[in-house]
């Protein structure tokens, strides 16, 4: 929850349900975090736990054996803080091209909030840093690839905390060592469990999950809102988002979506005019609320998954506290399929958001189904018009098809046998973010030439809704009456679809939540 403390916000963790907001704070709008006293109290208590076992030379899987395959191997007391030093370079190999701050301080936030479930392990000194990090702007230089669930990642950015590796730190490229001193954050010493802990659990897949879950609430709002244009722009017929077909085929997000189409147009005389100019519309405006409703139950669904995760406790092993003084308890919890199954199908959820629109958009170009002029520009021939970015509409939902092929489903043996069967939790997250980037661009393309569609019906009043975004829009973007370079045009109105700004103004408008 986000409370406000003198004049600073703060994320404070306090043994509450936090959720995507949370995340999407602290990564992408940096809002400080902080610690209650009784979540620290957890951690050290768990810590105190640990240091018994050590003490009374335990065999403990991660804490007095080696890790995998290798768990059969017992260290010695002189050397696991060496182990856990030795972990986090060991597994700092990922590959490929570094993934964006945001991505990285989402897993910084969610690591945070599984340390502070107090059963990991680590020492409120470690958990501390990684506060300090994100307070301070620091962030791990962490390759995308490489992770079929955990591991690389958090061991990238792990480094940094032992004053190794790379990091970003008021704009510029430098080591972890230098990016420490500069911020006055001390360097940590690793001891015994910490290098497994800081490797370990779900929080790659879950912080890249939480931030494109987010964004595909909002991007659903978005497909909503271009339908809307695009329905009255082809002189759809209301009829078929009647609240009496809705109820017989009770889904909810079917249910919420035709109610966002009545709400964004009404008050419009395109749509009272033309309400029965065709017997009934083609299927990408007929069945907007069918496809676009279960989309959105998919990504509620996406929601609700990925914040029980946020707020698990996902190390392996967890330590819980008994009547012999502490016991640790080797499982699975790393194991992320629920986040790999969920995010697969939010890629294809996403991917059936982004193929609905370029098939409106088809039709909006289209002279033949759409009534308008060839490509909407008034000297057709001269003027190429909108024909081009359908184009690339096509091509992005082409490129969508492939990243929607599941990788859950996959598994490779690992750790000679150990791990004979992983998530691809992390690669499903990044896939996942993909589609969603690539469907921003084909609605934002649709909306783009929604809107030009709509200069055709001029006089006629557009929907309450529909004629909030249309100025909005051109607020941006002038109408087309002749050629002119399409790339700029565009990046506005992507920057437009990535933003809130314009949603918030047609939900002041309409007076309704989409």
């Given amino acids: 929850m986000v409370t406000k403390q003198g004049q600073a916000s703060f994320v404070f963790i306090d043994n509450q349900k936090l959720t995507l907001e949370d995340v999407v704070q602290v990564a992408r709008f940096h809002k400080k975090v902080e610690l209650s006293d009784s979540t620290c109290e957890k951690i050290q208590r768990t810590r105190r736990i640990v240091e018994k076992f050590i003490e009374e030379e335990r065999v403990v899987y991660g804490i007095t054996t080696g890790l995998g395959d290798l768990c059969k191997v017992r260290i010695q007391k002189e050397h696991l803080n060496d182990l856990s030093k030795n972990i986090i370079m060991s597994h700092a190999c990922g590959v490929g091209e570094p993934l964006c701050k945001e991505q990285v301080r989402a897993i910084m936030f969610a690591a945070v909030l599984n340390y502070s479930q107090g059963y990991s392990g680590l020492r409120l000194e470690s958990v501390k840093t990684l506060v300090d990090m994100l307070n301070h702007g620091i962030t791990p230089w962490t390759p995308s690839q490489g992770s079929v669930g955990y591991l690389t990642h958090m061991a990238h950015i792990a480094l940094v905390m032992i004053g190794l590796g790379r990091a970003y730190y008021e704009g510029e490229l430098m080591t972890g060592r230098q990016a420490m001193e500069k911020a006055g954050i001390p360097i940590l010493s690793l001891e015994a469990k910490e290098g497994l802990s800081l490797v370990n659990g779900t929080v790659c897949m879950t912080g890249i999950s939480a931030l494109t879950v987010y964004d595909a609430i909002n991007l659903a709002k978005w497909a909503d809102i271009a339908g809307a244009m695009s329905f009255e722009s082809l002189k759809g017929s209301y009829c078929a988002y009647d609240e009496r077909i809705q109820k017989v085929k009770p889904f909810k997000g079917q249910a919420k979506v035709a109610k966002n189409l009545l709400s964004l147009i009404k008050g419009s005389e395109i749509a009272e005019k033309f309400k029965h100019y065709r017997v009934q519309d083609a299927l990408s405006i007929r069945a907007i609320p069918q496809v676009h409703g279960a989309c959105r139950d998919k990504i509620d669904h996406a929601r609700e998954v990925v ?100 990788i859950s489903v996959d598994s490779l043996t690992m750790s000679g046998f150990q791990e004979d069967h992983v998530s691809m939790g992390t690669p499903a997250a990044l896939k996942a973010n993909k589609v969603l980037k690539n469907t921003q661009k084909v609605i934002a393309i649709e909306m783009l030439t929604a809107a030009q569609a709509l200069e055709f019906h001029h006089p006629l009043q557009l929907g309450e809704g529909t004629e909030t975004i249309y100025q909005f829009i051109r607020r941006a973007i002038p109408s087309w009456d002749r050629d002119r370079e399409f790339y700029i045009d565009l990046e506005k109105m992507i920057s437009i679809v990535e933003k809130i700004d314009g949603i918030k103004q047609i939900e002041a408008r309409i007076g309704n939540e989409l």
Avoid: W
């Avoid at 194991?335 to 059936?352: F, K, R, Y």
């Fill in 307 to 406: 914040e029980i995760e946020l707020n698990s406790a996902t190390d392996n092993p967890l330590i819980f506290e008994d009547e012999n003084g502490g016991i640790s308890i080797s499982s699975c919890n790393p194991h992320g399929e629920s986040i790999a199954l969920t995010m697969d199908m939010l890629a294809i959820a996403g991917a059936e958001l982004a193929g609905i629109s370029e098939r409106r958009t088809a039709r909006l170009v289209t002279a033949d189904v759409s009534g308008l002029p060839p490509f909407l520009v008034k000297n057709s021939g001269l003027h190429t018009g909108f024909m081009i970015p359908q184009y690339a509409a096509a091509s992005l939902v082409a490129e969508n098809k492939v990243y929607t092929h599941p």
